[in-house]
C-alpha cells in the first residue's frame, strides 16, 4: 500500500508562485515515476509534469518553461516549483506515483489533492 499525501496549494496573484510537495508513505519495493496532474472544473484531468526515479522529467505543453518537477528519492518526496503562475493554473493537483509493491505487482496511487487557486 502507498500513500501519497500533498500539501503547499493555496491562493496566490497571476504571476506569482508556490511549491508543492507530495510525500509517499507506505510499504512497496519501488516508485518508478512520479508525477503531478490537475483537474479544474469541468475539465479533463491533464498531466502538468512527471518524474522517473532516475531524474528524467516530462511537462505538459501549457506549463513548460513556467514549473519544475523535481523529487528526493531518499526522502519519497515529489515537488513541483510553480512560477509566473495564470489564472488556467488554477486546479486541484494530484500526485501520483506509479511502481512495484512487495510482491512485485504493479501499483499505481493517487493523493487525494491540494487546491491551487490564482487569483488577484
Known amino acids: 500500500q502507498v500513500q501519497l499525501v500533498e500539501s503547499g496549494g493555496g491562493l496566490v496573484q497571476p504571476g506569482g508562485s508556490l511549491r508543492l510537495s507530495c510525500v509517499a508513505s507506505g510499504r512497496f519495493f519501488n516508485i518508478n515515476v512520479m508525477a503531478w496532474y490537475r483537474q479544474a472544473p469541468g475539465k479533463q484531468r491533464e498531466l502538468v509534469a512527471d518524474?522517473?526515479?532516475?531524474?528524467?522529467?516530462a511537462y505538459g505543453d501549457s506549463v513548460k518553461g513556467r514549473f519544475t518537477v523535481s523529487r528526493d528519492n531518499a526522502k519519497n518526496t515529489l515537488y513541483l516549483e510553480m512560477n509566473s503562475l495564470k489564472f488556467e493554473d488554477t486546479a486541484v493537483y494530484l500526485c501520483?506515483?506509479?511502481?512495484?509493491?512487495?510482491?512485485?505487482?504493479?501499483?499505481?496511487?493517487w493523493g487525494q489533492g491540494t487546491q491551487v487557486t490564482v487569483s488577484s
Open positions: 501520483n506515483a506509479k511502481g512495484q509493491s512487495l510482491l512485485k505487482m504493479n501499483y499505481n496511487a
Open positions: 518524474i522517473t526515479s532516475g531524474g528524467s522529467t
